[in-house]
């Protein structure tokens, strides 16, 4: 079983410090069920490759722990010594621990940028629709090249026919962060296979969850990646997918409002009536938050504007269609979303012009990022809340200290509001992905002293209708440089 990595991107050697591997050694590392091999067959600066062997020793997976599941392993004769399956996984989690986790202590930068990279991955044992590889695949942007592998007479005793093997040599092309190249083979692999050599318990759900925080919500296939790997546990796949969910219930409720919508109004050219009949449906608070931050950033007089955790694209669309902004640049984490995105302001379609004025970027909000400086405002809609406490001190330095625009706007949920939400627990928090939501307090409480350190002066104030005792239900902070 063979895994190779390469890059194209100069220098590639340093692909060495993103796997924590140097390639001018050979790497060894045992594992429970066998034993790793890792080099680089070819290693200049034009072009690197890693590769790993994978050994299994097949008398070790009949006699070992191993044999939990399923009875895959009640005789000698199996094909798991000789595919890439979920003991690929394991070996990439024990072997390149770092490089999944997405941290490179030489190369940090590099570590977090998408670069070109080429996977590939056989033999990869494929059970279910012909297209299933390019379902799972194509949807991350990976061009892929799937070749049948005939099949030996090792696997024939399998009981697979001849002229239907199910496996395949797999290649996958793209321009990704290794991280995430790696966490997709870590789950996909699996996925493709069906099987698994261990046994699934709910520790498997919460892996699946770090490995697919970036992505898994927003594929069109998340139902189908987490059924199968869960082994069809549905009601863990149910529970991996509520928490994964991105957008909050009110993005969604606003998604709803605008499938009833006959047409989309052009991006560019937002019709009048649309405007006003929107006026008239009763206000959303998701939308009402978009306009509110997009009539802010107007008023600041804003020309060039960052949206930082763009999501799907709601608030760029808002502003391309204001004329008073020359550069719209829209950044996420999450490549789906930002598929969405072009789809969203019709990209494509657009013409020369109004394409010059908008870029979309893959990016994390945590690292210091040189392509977001220089701008008039940056905009976190609805994002601070997705971040792990210990993230949100990265976020502050990435935005506040490095990137340093005039303005910045960032909203997050009112807590205390959600009393007011019908069917929410006393504690519940609006949506699963949030890691904390703040009470107007406790929303203050972080603003100031982040104004204050970084030197920018701060307003706080509501968006939407104000109650008396919970306030507004959305809570936005506008900070300008002093
Ligand atoms: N601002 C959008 C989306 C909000 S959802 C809107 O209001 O409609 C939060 C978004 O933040 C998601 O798209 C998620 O992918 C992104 N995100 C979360 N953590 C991030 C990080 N560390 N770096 C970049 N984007 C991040």
Same mark, same amino acid.
Not at 61 to 74: A, E, I, M, P, Y
Not at 182 to 190: C, E, Q
């Given at each position: 079983?063979?895994?190779?990595?390469?890059?194209?991107?100069?220098?590639?050697?340093?692909?060495?410090?993103?796997?924590?591997?140097?390639?001018?050694?050979?790497?060894?590392?045992?594992?429970?069920?066998?034993?790793?091999?890792?080099?680089?067959?070819?290693?200049?600066?034009?072009?690197?490759?890693? +590769?790993?062997?994978?050994?299994?020793?097949?008398?070790?997976?009949?006699?070992?722990?191993?044999?939990?599941?399923?009875?895959?392993?009640?005789?000698? #004769?199996?094909?798991?010594?000789?595919?890439?399956?979920?003991?690929?996984?394991?070996?990439?989690?024990?072997?390149?621990?770092?490089?999944?986790?997405?941290?490179?202590?030489?190369?940090?930068?590099?570590?977090?940028?998408?670069?070109?990279?080429?996977?590939?991955?056989?033999?990869?044992?494929?059970?279910?629709?012909?297209?299933?590889?390019?379902?799972?695949?194509?949807?991350?942007?990976?061009?892929?090249?799937? &070749?049948?592998?005939?099949?030996?007479?090792?696997?024939?005793?399998?009981?697979?026919?001849?002229?239907?093997?199910?496996?395949?040599?797999?290649?996958?092309?793209?321009?990704? @962060?290794?991280?995430?190249?790696?966490?997709?083979?870590?789950?996909?692999?699996? #996925?493709?296979?069906? @099987?698994?050599?261990?046994?699934?318990?709910?520790?498997?759900?919460?892996?699946?969850?770090?490995?697919?925080?970036?992505?898994?919500?927003?594929?069109?296939?998340?139902?189908?990646?987490?059924?199968?790997?869960?082994?069809?546990?549905?009601?863990?796949?149910?529970?991996?997918?509520?928490?994964?969910?991105?957008?909050?219930?009110?993005?969604?409720?606003?998604?709803?409002?605008?499938?009833?919508?006959?047409?989309?109004?052009?991006?560019?050219?937002?019709?009048?009536?649309?405007? &006003?009949?929107?006026?008239?449906?009763?206000?959303?608070?998701?939308?009402?938050?978009?306009?509110?931050?997009?009539?802010?950033?107007?008023?600041?007089?804003?020309?060039?504007?960052?949206?930082?955790?763009?999501?799907?694209?709601?608030?760029?669309?808002?502003?391309?269609?204001?004329?008073?902004?020359?550069?719209?640049?829209?950044?996420?984490?999450?490549?789906?979303?930002?598929?969405?995105?072009?789809?969203?302001?019709?990209?494509?379609?657009?013409?020369?012009?109004?394409?010059?004025?908008?870029?979309?970027?893959?990016?994390?909000?945590?690292?210091?990022?040189?392509?977001?400086?220089?701008?008039?405002? +940056?905009?976190?809609?609805?994002?601070? &809340?997705?971040?792990?406490?210990?993230?949100?001190? +990265?976020? &502050?330095?990435?935005?506040?200290?490095?990137?340093?625009?005039?303005?910045?706007?960032?909203?997050?949920?009112?807590?205390?509001?959600?009393?007011?939400?019908?069917?929410?627990?006393?504690?519940?928090?609006?949506?699963?992905?949030?890691?904390?939501?703040?009470?107007?307090?406790?929303?203050?409480?972080?603003?100031?002293?982040?104004?204050?350190?970084?030197?920018?002066?701060?307003?706080?104030?509501?968006?939407?209708?104000?109650?008396?005792?919970?306030?507004?239900?959305?809570?936005?902070?506008?900070?300008?440089?002093?």
């Amino acid at each position: 079983m063979l895994l190779t990595i390469t890059t194209t991107h100069s220098p590639a050697t340093d692909l060495g410090f993103l796997l924590h591997k140097n390639p001018d050694r050979v790497h060894e590392m045992d594992l429970s069920f066998g034993r790793a091999v890792m080099f680089y067959p070819e290693a200049n600066e034009n072009r690197t490759t890693f +590769a790993m062997l994978l050994d299994i020793d097949p008398v070790a997976l009949v006699r070992g722990k191993n044999k939990t599941s399923q009875g895959l392993f009640d005789q000698y #004769v199996s094909d798991r010594p000789y595919v890439a399956s979920s003991f690929l996984s394991v070996a990439i989690a024990k072997s390149l621990r770092n490089a999944l986790g997405g941290t490179s202590k030489e190369r940090q930068g590099l570590a977090d940028t998408p670069i070109p990279l080429t996977a590939r991955v056989l033999p990869v044992p494929v059970r279910g629709d012909e297209d299933l590889v390019a379902r799972l695949f194509e949807p991350l942007g990976y061009d892929l090249v799937s &070749e049948p592998i005939a099949l030996d007479d090792k696997l024939s005793y399998l009981g697979e026919s001849w002229d239907q093997s199910p496996y395949v040599a797999l290649s996958l092309s793209g321009t990704v @962060r290794l991280r995430d190249l790696l966490s997709h083979i870590y789950v996909l692999i699996p #996925v493709l296979d069906k @099987r698994k050599h261990y046994f699934v318990d709910r520790h498997e759900l919460e892996k699946l969850i770090k490995k697919g925080e970036s992505w898994l919500g927003a594929h069109p296939e998340k139902e189908l990646i987490a059924n199968r790997y869960l082994r069809f546990k549905r009601s863990w796949a149910r529970e991996v997918l509520m928490r994964l969910a991105i957008e909050d219930i009110i993005e969604e409720e606003a998604a709803e409002s605008q499938a009833t919508q006959s047409e989309t109004p052009d991006p560019v050219e937002p019709p009048k009536d649309a405007a &006003e009949a929107e006026l008239e449906r009763p206000i959303r608070l998701h939308e009402l938050r978009l306009d509110t931050v997009a009539q802010k950033l107007q008023e600041l007089g804003a020309r060039r504007v960052v949206d930082l955790g763009c999501g799907s694209g709601k608030l760029l669309k808002r502003l391309l269609a204001e004329r008073m902004f020359k550069e719209v640049v829209g950044i996420d984490v999450s490549t789906a979303s930002l598929e969405n995105a072009a789809r969203r302001l019709r990209l494509e379609n657009l013409p020369e012009q109004q394409k010059g004025r908008i870029k979309l970027l893959q990016g994390a909000l945590t690292y210091r990022d040189r392509r977001i400086e220089g701008f008039d405002a +940056a905009a976190l809609v609805e994002v601070i &809340e997705h971040l792990d406490a210990d993230r949100l001190a +990265a976020l &502050e330095r990435a935005v506040f200290e490095f990137a340093q625009p005039e303005h910045v706007i960032i909203t997050t949920p009112n807590r205390e509001y959600n009393a007011k939400f019908e069917g929410m627990e006393p504690g519940q928090l609006r949506h699963a992905d949030h890691r904390f939501e703040w009470t107007r307090k406790e929303f203050a409480r972080w603003a100031v002293p982040v104004a204050e350190r970084f030197g920018y002066g701060v307003e706080i104030s509501g968006i939407g209708e104000q109650d008396p005792t919970c306030g507004a239900p959305s809570q936005m902070a506008v900070f300008s440089r002093v």
